[in-house]
């Protein structure tokens, strides 16, 4: 159960932009000069793919946690080495993995760890059976990738509107500091942005994705 | 439950669950963002010292060892002079500077310098480690310094 956070979202000229524009370059930029704000919304942005890529890796909380502090240090000394800001998320993604798997391999003590070996780490796997569990975890990563890159108040209403217990219309005014008229029209927007993402795309495309259902 | 039937996120309120459960999946995250946070200090830190990138670890070699060989990690950081060679091992990681080289290696936390050893004949040292978690290791020659990347110490 996630309860709504009090965090403050904005980076300095960033907090309040209405604009539906891509702000990952420009928060990415802002670290990059010793901006602490813009690094703890990065943070905040992809804790949850971090996490989320720990845990489809087999890895309990507190391997997770240590898994994810060894991501946060890596990504601090590489930041700048960074060409291309939207190359973060699947940077973070690949580092995280990399990470969770020898974390897992020494949890298990199972010698070396490679892609064959990632199934057996992952409980439920092991009846040969394509795994419910193991997609709905890829879904759930493909998810947090996409509203990792969502522009920061798209990403702050759609987190206000999936808290448990959800929170009236009139809450969310008040929180976001926005009219409750156009909540409505942003959150079709947002969840239209996060739709059209391509790491959602391509795994809408994929046939075992379509049967997850059963 | 329902929106698990064809694509699950063509309607506005199907792909709002299912990006509820993926939140949920990855648990509370404000441990997360406070590690995360905290990492910042580190950006500027020593920034002169060459690094040691990681260049080979044994748990990600798909070589003969046996299932359930106890064999220790071994780690090999590369800096252009240096390479750092660590074995870790339950409470202590156990190495070598190659070429052999004289002088100390400290083991840095994110909290700061927590140990020290001196380099020994052949190049080797064993520092213990005593808390979980990410680790790096700062090398000190008579010429210059080398810091490794972080990795995952002993559990």
Redesign the interface.
Known sequence: ??MP?Q?SSGVQNGGNRMDDGPDLPMLVAE?NL?S?IA??CL??RF??????VA?QCGLA?HDA??????V??????HLDELREPRALPGWIKVTTR??A???A???N??????A?TIGELIPGQSNGQPDVNLL??E???A??EA?AELPENHRRL??L??V?PPLSYVDISARLGIPIGSIGPT??RA?QR??RNPV?AAL?GRAQF?G??? | MTN??????DE?EA??D????????????????S???A??T???IDDELA?ASLVF???????T??????SA?LLVFEADSISIEVEINPGQLVGQVVPPTAGTVELLT?EGVVGQSAIRDLGTFTIEVRT???VRLRFHGPASSTMT????GP?
Not at chain 1, 65 to 70: A, E, L, N, S
Request: no cysteine; net charge neutral; hydrophobic share 40%.
């Open positions: 159960m996630r956070t965090s670290a010793g602490q690094w703890d943070v905040r804790a949850p793919l971090v996490m989320a845990r909380t946690q240590d898994v994810m502090q060894t946060w240090l890596r990504l601090v000394e990399h990470e798997l020898r974390q391999g020494r949890a003590h199972a010698g070396p760890v490679d064959l709905a975890a879904r759930h990563t998810l947090l509203f759609l987190e509107l999936t448990d959150r079709s969840l996060l739709r959602l809408s379509e997850a259902g059963g | 698990m039937d064809a694509r699950p996120w506005d792909l709002l299912q990006l509820r459960k993926a939140l949920d999946y990855a648990g509370p995250v404000d441990l997360a963002v590690v995360g946070s990492a910042f580190w950006r500027t690094r670890d044994s748990l990600m070699e798909s070589t060892r046996a299932s359930g060989d106890d990690q994110p979980r978690g990410p990347d972080w990795f995952s559990r």
